[in-house]
């Protein structure tokens, strides 16, 4: 079993909505800053969305005010909301999870040595 299992991924037309989940193990829910990241062929992975202790959010350009990160603390799950979806929101997404830094840091920054990620769920987007 592993500690963040994401679940929810699956092929959507262009301006359809998905949403993404992760439980984590219940230490990393408690104790570590979360938030989603995504792969698109040809490109770095890059931190899409943030969520700290304090539920502070953070979001990428490409995703802000088309996406939602939030959170079930009774099922130490979080959510990526994703509504008008769009080709190049194709690619994969992973749970993630750090010890160190905040909801910006989870969008702005590569994971620290502390952190973890998620097997991966598949997003495509046809047009």
């Known amino acids: 079993q592993g500690q963040l299992v994401e679940s929810g991924g699956g092929s959507v037309e262009s301006g359809g909505s998905l949403r993404l989940s992760c439980v984590l193990a219940?230490?990393?829910?408690?104790?570590?800053?979360l938030g989603w990241s995504r792969q698109v062929p040809g490109k770095e992975r890059e931190g899409i969305a943030g969520?700290?202790?304090?539920?502070?959010?953070s979001y990428a350009a490409s995703v802000e005010g088309r996406f939602t990160i939030s959170q079930d603390s009774a099922k130490n799950t979080i959510y990526l909301q994703m509504n008008d979806l769009k080709p190049e929101d194709s690619g994969t997404y992973y749970c993630?999870?750090?010890?160190?830094?905040?909801?910006?840091?989870?969008?702005?920054?590569?994971?620290?040595?502390?952190?973890?990620w998620g097997q991966g769920t598949q997003v495509t987007v046809s047009s």
């Open positions: 993630a999870a750090d010890l160190l830094g905040d909801a910006t840091s989870m969008v702005a920054t590569s994971l620290s040595s502390f952190g973890l």
């Open positions: 219940e230490h990393i829910y408690d104790s570590y800053v």
């Open positions: 969520l700290d202790k304090n539920g502070r959010t």
